[in-house]
């Protein structure tokens, strides 16, 4: 087999992975570009394209440490990173340029792709958003315009609520221990609100299923009545929302109107 | 500006450039002698090069596609020939490998590039190719010497007649060019196709090395992957230690070079126990 035939192949291969399922589905194709079908395996060629553009997340590492240390432990790195590279090649949308919309790319990926009845796969998918969070309110931080005085109850600085299966905290914590036991890791749905304040600092609060719709439902418009209402109405709602929000107000992290 | 002075008495150790090297540098700023760059990133980004003002930098290429069919263009050989005297290395080491391919279904159309290298077929057509690709570079290069880096080798690939240890062999008899020996893909490419290492190593051409790698890799999905975010295995300590007993490389490079979070502990404790291996051989 001719050597710039073959090398052909593989370039095409790994840069467009869809071609690899073609070959797979008729290898008459692949004989017909120079190479015996048998003499190629094409899983392993798929996987090496995973390589080639997990390489090329490096860029995303200084951010998402916990997750790759995940991904890693999980021995699931090259099999997400070669159907991330089948799914890019279908969306026919390269890879973006700037760090933080490739890694929002990543992580919308990921969280379809990761099984979240697995438990390692379950822990990296409660990772990659805390890592996400954490970074689109530290160093990817974009200010908002400056806001008029509240008409609303809203929230002061930028928030984003996630819901996980654990403490992603005390992943972290036992991470970079030689053999960390992630299946050690207590299980159970927790309730993270990220929080910048408008001087600049990141805090984490912990909220329960009430605090996190209602920091949810903070936009600035709704009043305190009409969030009662989205919260199923009544007086005793309302008062409920206003300890609520008195509470997350006391911390600093809803702003009321005066 | 500081240069790389080779001493063939004395093996060098360095670091792959990457901010956990960065990092021990200004905590241990006489803790190796030289940084290894990728010509790739000094091209984009020039201001780098100024490190040379407190580390000797030997440079790293992978643009040359030396064991393919399509050649880098005219203003990519101009740039590592700036690169090369900028930086003052005293040596290339780009990929025994290929980054770009003609058209699989129009070879007249523009040629496909990749970001990553790949490991060519293994042929005598291919170390054909080497050989007249080597000799263009090294006319485009001018005096800086070229040296070649072992690819991992994932999977055969097809139209291949000999093993990564012939072909290497062949290809610096035939070209009569340096190697930089990469443990990690050597082990990669033994574990990948059957090989056992340590036998195989006694047929590698180690008094053609002049550089050594060493990395960590990862086994996922039954294949071993290159993987410069893990510490290099016991395996790879343990063939350097062959290495070292029969020649003397003039660089040991550490690859600890895609995570900036590598534990910056281990990195420490193998640059020791390297330097250790250095001055007992
Ligand atoms: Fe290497």
Not at chain 1, 93 to 101: D, L, N, R, T, W
Not at chain 1, 146 to 160: E, L, N, Q, V, Y
Not at chain 2, 162 to 182: E, I, N, S
Request: charged letters at 20%.
């Amino acid at each position: 087999m001719n050597a710039a035939r073959v090398h052909a192949v593989l370039v095409a291969g790994v840069d467009d992975p869809r071609r690899i399922a073609q070959w797979r589905d008729e290898p008459a194709a692949l004989e017909r570009l120079g190479v015996a079908p048998d003499a190629l395996d094409l899983d392993t060629l798929h996987k090496f394209a995973g390589l080639a553009v997990k390489v090329r997340h490096n860029n995303l590492r200084a951010e998402f440490a916990l997750s790759f240390r995940l991904m890693s432990a999980a021995a699931i790195e090259i099999d997400l990173f070669a159907a991330y590279a089948m799914q890019r090649a279908a969306s026919g949308v390269p890879y973006a340029a700037s760090v933080p919309q490739r890694a929002a790319d990543l992580v919308d990926f990921a969280l379809t792709w990761l099984d979240a009845a697995q438990p390692a796969q379950a822990l990296l998918r409660d990772m990659l958003r805390h890592e996400h969070a954490l970074a689109r309110l530290g160093p990817w931080h974009v200010p908002a315009p400056a806001a008029g005085a509240a008409r609303a109850p809203r929230i002061a600085g930028t928030a984003i609520v996630e819901e996980f299966d654990c403490d992603p905290r005390d992943v972290a914590a036992i991470a970079y221990r030689p053999a960390p036991d992630f299946a050690a890791v207590e299980r159970g749905a927790r309730r993270l609100c990220f929080w910048r304040n408008d001087g600049g600092e990141i805090a984490i609060v912990e909220l329960d299923a009430f605090g996190q719709y209602l920091v949810a439902s903070l936009d600035g418009e709704r009043s305190i009545a009409q969030l009662a209402r989205r919260l199923g109405g009544g007086r005793a709602t309302i008062g409920a929302v206003r300890r609520a929000l008195a509470a997350f107000a006391s911390i600093g992290l809803v702003e009321l109107p005066a | 500006m500081r240069r790389f002075e080779s001493d063939p008495a004395r093996t060098r150790l360095g670091l792959a450039y990457g901010p956990s090297a960065l990092a021990y540098l200004d905590d241990n700023p006489d803790g190796i002698d030289y940084l290894e760059i990728p010509f790739e990133q000094l091209r984009h980004a020039p201001a780098l090069a100024a490190i040379r003002q407190r580390i000797p930098l030997v440079l790293h290429c992978a643009s040359l596609s030396v064991a393919g069919n399509v050649p880098p263009s005219a203003a990519t050989f101009d740039a590592v020939a700036s690169v090369a005297r900028q930086t003052a290395t005293p040596w290339i080491g780009e990929h025994l490998a290929f980054i770009a391919a003609e058209d699989a279904d129009d070879p007249a159309a523009e040629p496909t590039t990749l970001s990553y290298t790949v490991c060519p077929q293994l042929s005598e057509e291919s170390i054909e190719r080497v050989a007249a690709n080597l000799a263009t570079a090294r006319a485009r290069l001018g005096d800086v010497e070229l040296i070649v880096e072992n690819s991992p080798q994932y999977f055969d690939v097809p139209g291949s007649t000999m093993g990564m240890t012939d072909f290497v062999g062949k290809v610096a008899q035939r070209c009569d060019v340096g190697l930089l020996l990469d443990l990690t893909h050597y082990l990669i490419t033994c574990i990948n196709t059957g090989v056992e290492p340590r036998a195989e190593l006694e047929r590698w051409p180690l008094e053609r090395v002049v550089e050594v790698h060493v990395s960590g890799l990862s086994s996922q999905s039954g294949v071993a992957w290159d993987d410069h975010a893990m510490p290099a295995p016991p395996l790879v300590f343990e063939l350097l230690d062959t290495v070292l007993r029969r020649v003397r490389p003039r660089a040991l490079t550490v690859e600890y070079n895609w995570s900036p979070t590598f534990p910056q502990a281990i990195l420490a404790q193998h640059l020791s126990r390297l330097r250790g291996a250095l001055d007992a051989a």
